[in-house]
């Protein structure tokens, strides 16, 4: 049984970096995209971006200056670094696991999430 | 302002079949890439219904289905059930953006 456990601090001041981290207990590491989502209080989903096992990675447009997203594939864990943050980048913040078809492709959904966590940015 | 486009609310009473319609672009859905739908329960990580445009995950029940059309899909939900009340949404990729996309969620109310 797949499960994502995440954490990380959840109240951050304007200009702050945010860091959070997902361990992944059960299933394979190796064969999975792994994805940060965001959503702000009463508001939709945002993808954040994801890394593969071998470290490539993939961000949105209008975050990339400010993410970085790593993997430590001793531990199965990736983390989520978001530079800079104000308070439009409070929200609920989820790591998940991107499904992939034949040789590994990506098949851009999500079928196992964290539990979230909400991070808050006030001065 | 979402990149695929979904009604904020829809309702339906006990029994009834509803359907929530997703809209995207030539650089999304009309480009070919899959479209899966989720529901949220309030304070829940959200939960894949639908995947690959039309497939459930065990555990969903069949009363829920999923279809795609040029720059659009569906997700119908019949015999509604008090415990569908959620708010649900839909996530392709996008070509343009080199993204995962998703809609803005419809929040379904059972009368």
């Known amino acids: 049984q797949v499960q994502l456990q995440q954490w990380g601090a959840g109240l951050l001041k304007p200009s702050e970096t945010l860091s959070l981290t997902c361990a992944v207990h059960?299933?394979?590491?190796?064969?999975?995209?792994w994805t940060w989502i965001r959503q702000p209080p009463g508001k939709g989903l945002e993808w954040i971006g994801e890394i593969n096992h071998g470290g490539g990675t993939s961000y949105n447009p209008s975050l990339k200056s400010r993410v970085t997203i790593s993997v430590d594939t001793s531990k199965n864990q990736f983390s989520l670094k978001l530079s800079s943050v104000t308070a439009a980048d409070t929200a609920v913040y989820y790591c998940?696991?991107?499904?992939?078809?034949?040789?590994?492709?990506?098949?851009?959904?999500?079928?196992?999430w964290g539990q979230g966590t909400l991070v808050t940015v006030s001065s | 302002q979402s990149v695929l486009t979904q009604p904020p609310s829809v309702s339906g009473a006990p029994g009834q079949r509803v359907t929530i319609s997703c809209t995207g672009s030539?650089?999304?859905?009309?480009?070919?890439?899959?479209v899966h739908w989720y529901q949220q329960l309030p304070g829940t990580a959200p939960k894949v219904f639908i995947y690959g445009n039309s497939n459930r995950p065990s555990g969903v029940p069949d009363r829920f289905s999923g279809s795609k059309s040029g720059t659009s899909a569906s997700l119908a939900i019949t015999g509604l059930q008090p415990e569908d009340e959620a708010d649900y949404y839909c996530?392709?990729?996008?070509?343009?953006?080199?993204?995962?996309?998703f809609g803005g969620g419809t929040k379904l109310t059972v009368l």
């Open positions: 996530q392709s990729y996008d070509s343009s953006l080199s993204a995962v996309v």
């Open positions: 998940a696991r991107g499904e992939t078809g034949l040789h590994g492709s990506p098949l851009w959904y999500f079928h196992h």
């Open positions: 059960g299933g394979s590491f190796s064969d999975y995209y």
């Open positions: 030539s650089s999304n859905i009309g480009a070919g890439y899959d």
